[in-house]
């Protein structure tokens, strides 16, 4: 069974500080991944979606930046941290030519 | 309405009740979701309708579609206090984007 695992779970940084936030999905081969922001009782942003390995585009870039190193694999980064940035992050992946979506757990962040 | 002009952010019912949101869309699609977000989850697909359907009903939720006024209906029927959520409708932009819509938050009431 395909699984969609992120990670951290929650993190605390200062502003100004680095993030990484990452994203596997198990079980399913060259899918679709996506980067979703969401603010406290906001709706959903899509931020980033990739096709294939290597190849990442930008929808909304919030200072933000996103790899896909492997094709299961999906990462959101930035060097520097804004207090904008907290928020939920969630990574969502589904197949080409399909439109079933499956979304992550997602990473809580809160920028002090 | 998530979107449009009449923007209905949130709903209190009892549990039993039924319940009807609608979501207006203003990018061309062919595809609309529904999804349900539970306090502090990601969202889960609940129904996905498609431009030739009028209508797609999944146990107790019943999706609409009318493309020529671009807007989408979701209801619960026999709503339980597990609905209780922010559902969002969203446009499929061909795999490449899932738009969202404001959201409504439903509370249910025991």
């Known amino acids: 069974a395909q699984t969609i695992h992120q990670w951290p779970v929650a993190e605390i940084k200062a502003v100004g500080s680095p993030l990484s936030l990452g994203c596997t999905i198990k079980?399913?081969?060259?899918?679709?991944l996506y980067w979703y922001w969401q603010a406290t009782g906001g709706t959903l942003q899509q931020l980033f979606y990739?096709?294939?390995?290597?190849?990442v585009e930008s929808v909304v870039q919030l200072n933000l930046s996103a790899s896909r190193p492997k094709d299961d694999q999906f990462i959101l980064s930035t060097e520097k941290l804004l207090l904008s940035h907290s928020g939920f992050y969630l990574c969502?992946?589904?197949?080409?030519?399909?439109?079933?979506?499956?979304f992550g757990s997602g990473t809580r962040l809160l920028v002090i | 309405s998530q979107w449009g002009e009449e923007n209905l952010q949130a709903l209190s019912i009892q549990e039993g009740e039924d319940v009807t949101m609608n979501c207006s869309y203003k990018?061309?699609?062919?595809?609309v979701q529904w999804y349900r977000q539970k306090s502090g989850k990601g969202p889960a697909q609940l129904i996905l309708?498609?431009?030739?359907?009028r209508e797609k009903r999944s146990g107790r939720l019943r999706a609409t579609l009318d493309t020529s006024s671009q807007s989408s209906s979701l209801s619960i029927t026999g709503t339980l206090a597990t609905d209780t959520a922010v559902y969002f409708c969203?446009?499929?932009?061909?795999?490449?984007?899932?738009?969202f819509g404001t959201g409504t938050t439903v509370s249910v009431s025991p």
């Open positions: 969502a992946w589904s197949l080409p030519r399909n439109s079933d979506y499956t």
């Open positions: 079980g399913k081969s060259s899918p679709n």
């Open positions: 990739s096709i294939t390995v290597g190849q």
């Open positions: 990018t061309y699609t062919t595809v």
């Open positions: 309708i498609r431009s030739n359907e």
């Open positions: 969203a446009t499929d932009q061909g795999g490449r984007a899932l738009i």
